[in-house]
């Protein structure tokens, strides 16, 4: 039982075209629908459920809801009560309000994210199917992304107004969801207070990342590629579509992952993300980064402060 | 190539914007300082300007961001302007961060 991994990221996007010339031809996303709302689903090739991200018309960016997919229906059940043990009232929803998925589990984070627990989606299976697969399949898109890999969430974050919505998160998501810390940054003058927690349930380093921030709102959302080279490439795709890339390809020193930040046409922050960096296990101790050799952590090469990934986000 | 003058009021500087580019890039692009960059898609709102002089044309902007009563009062996303005349603007947003207390924020 338990939660699985990412299911699905709900987008709002500005102006639709552009977001799918974006998700689809740059990522490499495969559409798989839309729906009366004017909403498209779309899912890497190498995902086998209906759709990973969702994106929504709307005025203005950011993300709607998170989804976690749960390996037994039952675990809904159980999930609402511990939440609520937890002082969170989560809402039972029906099948299909969650687009092509049976029912739902809704609640908000302490940081005021909103999130979706679900065992049943659509499936569509994997582009290269089940049976004797080839290890790609032809005709993918720029960067051939292989599937959603994590969110980062900004959440609310203000020690001296007693605020820190970053431990609140992950507090919960261990004790409720039952979600394992991989890597934390403490800072402050008694090096107490957790600015950043990265979780997982997978056996990566992180199936979401919480970060501190003034308000509410997502840093990015990230697509798993196989290696360095497909980095190198995805950073190609983008500068032959001139997308504007945040960060060019480096590291992080935490989850060792080799990365690109860069945004859809919304603004919405995404990442191409490769590399599984360590193998992630239950039992592993928490890595814990300090405040002096933070941005070491964010930016592996230089160790240096980057202004935009703290200010800039939707 | 057409294009416009742009005066960047409280830095005191100057540049040339093609027609069909939006204000931050052409400022990006000639490594001038002054507008504060992030997402250059209108989602972030760290770009924010006011016109105090000239016109321009807007492509989306985020509503969270660019309120009704702003947009009225001529104050747009400068990754989402397009000149259509020398411009006077002004950067509403602050280059330098305030200092961070926490590291990260
Ligand atoms: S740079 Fe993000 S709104 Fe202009
Ligand atoms: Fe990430």
């Known amino acids: ?3 699985m991994r990412i299911g699905h990221v709900n987008l709002r996007v500005m102006d639709m075209d552009a977001a799918l010339r974006h998700y689809r031809d740059v990522l490499g996303l495969l559409v798989q629908g839309s729906d009366d709302s004017g909403a498209f689903y779309l899912k890497g090739w190498d995902e086998w459920d209906k759709y990973s991200v969702m994106l929504s018309p709307s005025d203005r960016a950011g993300m709607n809801h998170v989804a976690y997919k749960v390996e037994y229906d039952s675990d809904l059940d159980l999930f609402k009560d511990r939440l609520a043990e937890h002082g969170v009232d989560a809402l039972l929803e ?26 049943d989606k659509e499936r569509v299976g994997k582009a290269v199917g089940d049976q004797n697969p080839d290890p790609w399949p032809d005709g993918l898109k720029g960067a051939g992304a ?25 507090r919960l998501l261990r004790e409720a ?14 090096a107490d207070i957790q600015a950043v927690a990265f979780l997982f349930r997978t056996s990566t ?3 979401i990342a919480f970060l501190p921030a003034p308000t509410c709102g997502i840093h990015h959302a990230s697509f798993f590629l196989d290696g360095w080279s497909d980095v190198l490439k995805a950073a190609d795709v983008m500068a032959k579509n001139r997308v ?3 960060v060019t390809p480096t590291r992080h020193g935490i989850t060792r992952g080799e990365t690109i930040y860069f945004f859809d046409p919304s603004g919405n922050r995404n990442e191409t993300f490769a590399g599984l960096g360590y193998l992630a296990q239950p039992d592993m101790p928490p890595i814990t980064w300090t405040e002096e050799n933070l941005w070491r952590g964010i930016f592996y090469h230089t160790g240096e402060a980057h202004d935009s990934f703290t200010s800039v986000y939707t | 190539m057409s294009g416009y003058r742009i005066e960047l009021l409280t830095v005191g500087s100057e540049f ?8 931050l890039k052409a400022m990006m692009q000639l490594g001038v300082k002054g507008i504060p960059s992030g997402c250059h898609g209108g989602g972030c709102g760290v770009c924010k300007i006011r016109v105090v002089e000239g016109q321009v044309r807007a492509d989306s902007m985020s509503r969270a961001k660019i309120s009704e009563a702003e947009e009225r009062d001529n104050i747009y996303l400068a990754c989402r302007a397009l000149p259509l005349s020398p411009l006077t603007i ?15 924020i």
């Open chain 1, 1 to 3: 039982m338990g939660v």
């Open chain 1, 94 to 119: 029906p099948a299909s309000h969650l687009p092509f998925c049976g029912r739902s589990l809704r609640f908000s984070l302490p940081s005021g994210h909103e999130m979706y627990l679900y065992a």
């Open chain 1, 146 to 170: 292989h599937w959603l890999d994590h969110v980062a969430l900004q959440c609310p974050f203000d020690p001296e107004k007693g605020v820190n919505t970053v431990a609140d998160n992950c």
């Open chain 1, 177 to 190: 969801l039952g979600f394992y810390l991989s890597e934390q940054v403490l800072v402050g003058p008694d």
């Open chain 1, 205 to 207: 380093p992180h199936d």
């Open chain 1, 244 to 246: 504007k890339i945040d």
């Open chain 2, 16 to 23: 040339f914007c093609p027609a069909e580019q939006p204000i």
């Open chain 2, 90 to 104: 002004e950067p509403l947003e602050r280059l330098d961060r305030p200092l961070r207390k926490y590291g990260l």
